[in-house]
C-alpha cells in the first residue's frame, strides 16, 4: 500500500476543485461519503465555515484499493486543505516502474494532458494485468529466443569451424522450425491463447536447458529449432490474448511495451557473454541460464487468465453463453489482400533485420576484434536506448496512425543498419544507435497490425501463417548474407539486402488505419475492404 498526503491553502474555489471527482487517463472516482456540511457530491455546497472532509473512491482504473480524503479547516481568511490518497496498484511484477509516475501524478490528477508513460485509454486491473502478464512471458521469451543469437559464434568455433556461412547455415535451418510456430498458433485458435502460451513455453525451457549439454552442432540446431520457435508461438499466444483484452486506443503501446521486455530478456543474455570466454565451452553457461525462467512462466500462470474475446467465441470454456449486448458479428474469413500485405512487408524487413540481428556479434569478432566482454558492452550501451523508439513508436502508433510510425521507421533502419556494415570506429557505434532508435518506431505498429487486422476464430492461425512467411523471409536473408559475405564481405552485403525495408516502406502506405477501432469493428461481417 502507498500513500500521499498534501496540504494547501486556498480559498473556497481551490477546495472546490479538490471535491470534484476526477476523471482522467488514471482514474474515475465516485463521492464516497462526506461527514460535515456537505451535500451528496461533495462539491463547492459545503460548509466552509467548520472543519469538514469528504472521501473518493475509484470505480475505473488499475488500483486494488483507491481511496482519496480532502479534509478542511477555517484558519483566518483562507482554508487550510489537507489531502491524502491511499493507493495500491494492480499490476504485477512491473508496479515498482509505475509507482513513481503515478505517486507524483496523483497530487493533481492529470487532466488537461497525458504523460508519456500512460496508456491513451484508462484501463482497468483486469487490463493492467493482461498487459503485465505478457511482458513478463516477452522477457521470458526475449531470453530464450536470443541465446543463440548471442553465442553461436562461439559454439561454432567450439564445436565446429568457426565459420560465417555455417553460422548462417545453422540459423535458417532453425528457423525451419517455424513450421511447429504455426502449429501451435493454430491450436491457440481451438484450444485458447492462456493453454497454448503455458505449453509452449514450458516445453521452450526443457529444450533451451538441453542445449547445453549438446555434443555437436546439429544437435544444437535441433534442439534450438524446437526452442526457439516454441518460444516464438508462447509470445505470440500470450500477445494475441493481451491484443483482445485491451482497449482500442492502446494495443500499439501495449505492444510496444512488450517489446522493451523482450529486449530486456535479450539483454539477460548480452550481459551473461562474458561467461562464452570463459573458456571454449563457456557458451554452454548461457544455455544454462533458461532455468531462471521457470518461476516466471509458474507465475505468469497464475496471474493470466484467457481472453474474453476468445471466450466470448466459445462459451462452453467459461460456462457462459454469449449477451444480448456482444458487439457486431466478426467475420470468420481471412482477407486475401490485408494478408497479402502484411506477408510482403515481414519478408522485405526480415531480409534485412535477420541476418543483421544474427550476424551482427561474427562481425565484430571477427571483422572488428571484439571479444565477448566488448560485445556485450556495445549491445548494451546502442541497444538499450532503442527502448525510447519503441515508447515512441507506440504513442504515435495509437495517436496518430501506424503508418506514422512504420514508414519513417522502415527507412531509418534500412540506412543506419546499411552504414553500420561499412563504417568502423565512433561511426559504426553512432550508426548501430540511430539504427536502435529509429528503427524500433516500427516495433509497436507491426506487432500490433498482424491481431487487428484479423478475425477472433482465425487470429492465431493468420498470426502463426504470417510468421511462417516472415521467417521465410529470415531464411532468405541469411542464405544471402552467408554467401555474400564469403564472397565479397560484410558492406556490400548489407547494403543490398537494406533494398527491402526500403521497399517496405512503400508498401507501409497501403497498411490499413486501425487505430482507436474495436477488432469487431475492423473485421465486422461483409466487409471486405483492405
Known sequence: MASRVDEWRGTTTTLAERLRPRDDLIVREVPAGCDTGC???????????????????????????????VGWEPDGSEL????????????????????????????????????WWLFPDRISVPQARAVSTMALFSLVSGLLYGQLTQVLTFASADIGDGSSGQQAAIFAVVRVGTVLTAFMMFQADRFGRRRIALWSFGLAIVTSVATAFVPSLAAL?????????????GLLAIDTLC?????????????????????????VVVVSLPLADVSPWGWRLVFALSLITVPLVWSGARTSTESHRFLRLHPDRSGSASGTDDPPP????????????????????NLLVAPMSQLQNDYLR??????????????????????LGVIVGGRIADTRGRRWALVPGLV???????LFFNLSGASMWVSSLVAAVLGTLTVAPLGVLAPELFPTARRGGARGALNVLAV???????????????????????????LGPLIAAGLAFAVPETGGRELEEINQEGRASL
Do not use: K
Request: charged share 15%; hydrophobic share 50%; aromatic share 10%.
Open 366 to 387: 571477427s571483422e572488428r576484434g571484439f571479444d565477448g566482454f566488448t560485445i556485450a558492452v556495445f549491445t548494451v550501451l546502442t541497444g538499450t536506448p532503442a527502448a
Open 243 to 267: 491484443i483482445e483484452e485491451l482497449p482500442a486506443g492502446s494495443r500499439a503501446m501495449a505492444s510496444g511495451l512488450g517489446a522493451m521486455a523482450y529486449g530486456l530478456g535479450s539483454g
Open 330 to 349: 466478426e467475420s470468420r474469413r481471412i482477407h486475401g489482400s490485408r494478408f497479402v500485405l502484411l506477408a510482403a512487408l515481414f519478408v522485405l524487413l
Open 39 to 69: 451535500d451528496t457530491s461533495c462539491d463547492a455546497g459545503c460548509d466552509t465555515a467548520r472543519p469538514g472532509s469528504a472521501s473518493f473512491s475509484a470505480v475505473e482504473g488499475p488500483f486494488l484499493h483507491y481511496e482519496r480524503r
Open 412 to 418: 531509418a533502419l534500412a540506412v543506419f543498419i546499411a
Open 221 to 233: 540446431s535441433v534442439l534450438q529449432a524446437v526452442s526457439r520457435n516454441l518460444a516464438v508461438a
Open 472 to 498: 521465410t523471409g529470415s531464411v532468405l536473408g541469411l542464405l544471402l548474407a552467408g554467401a555474400g559475405v564469403d564472397a565479397a564481405g560484410y558492406g556490400p552485403t548489407f547494403a543490398l539486402l537494406a
Open 80 to 115: 487550510r486543505i489537507t489531502q491524502s490518497i491511499d493507493w495500491r496498484l494492480g499490476i504485477p511484477y512491473w508496479a515498482w516502474l509505475y509507482r513513481p509516475f503515478v505517486h507524483r501524478a496523483l497530487r493533481d490528477g492529470v487532466a488537461g494532458h497525458r504523460p
